[in-house]
């Protein structure tokens, strides 16, 4: 009797657990990645999510472009860790990168910034990691964690007050990933879908005047949602300026 409802405790227990295990993904995907050239070690501020500058230094540098993972943009600004697996000179924890462009490899999930693969490395093996040139790594998803910043809508620089509007979110901390975004038509009173023009770019010809307000649909750890930025953008926007937001996109 005893040994029995042991065993029924352990099935519920089990029973339990797995619905949680499944529902956070939290495990490692094998795959190979390699590196790209860089005269300075950072990222591009050219890359195909349109993050500019911000793609070039985010996350101290260590970013990366991706193919499979690149989901047609919705991949942009996502955080993976990223570990090489030949013990003799592979560090335990390998790097944390932020997607910010796209690039195809050598069988390859991570074309990383030079300071990124580095960081792969067990102290005093760098060389030996990358002459190798690619490598087998697993990756995991993790939460995007950026401390002292709040979420950021940036106007684009190809931007042109006030006929054509472009966005690009900054700092998207969490999980989640941003599928589409609305612009509030106050004279219309209705939301009004706006084109993703590549990678994390969102854009609008004639966009409303006066001060504009968004909405994002996420999808994260609640699912599908919709998160409002009332007045977001102000009235007289500028190209290249990133406001700051109260949002949270997880």
Known sequence: MGFSLKLQYCLVSVMVLLPAVCYSQDYFVKSRATYYGSPDCLGTPSGACGFGEYGRSVNDANVAGVSRLYKNGTGCGACYQVRCTNPQICADN?????????GEGDNTDFILSPRAYARMALPDTGAHLFAYGVVDVEYQRIPCQYSGYKTQVK????????????????????????????????????????????????????????????????????????????????????????????????
Not at 94 to 102: K, R, S
Not at 160 to 188: F, H, P
């Open 94 to 102: 390998g790097v944390n990168i932020v997607v910010t462009d796209y």
């Open 155 to 250: 106007v684009h620089e190809h931007s042109k007050y006030s006929n054509y509007l472009a966005i690009v979110v900054l700092y998207q901390a969490g999980k989640s990933e941003i599928l589409s975004v609305d612009i509030w038509q106050e004279d219309c009173k209705e939301w009004i879908g706006m084109r993703r023009a590549y990678g994390a770019v969102f854009d609008m010809a004639n966009p409303p005047s006066g001060d504009i307000s968004l909405r994002f649909q996420v999808r994260g750890s609640a699912g599908l949602t919709w998160v409002q930025a009332p007045n977001v953008i102000p009235k007289y926007w500028k190209a290249g300026v990133a406001y700051e937001t109260d949002i949270q996109l997880y």
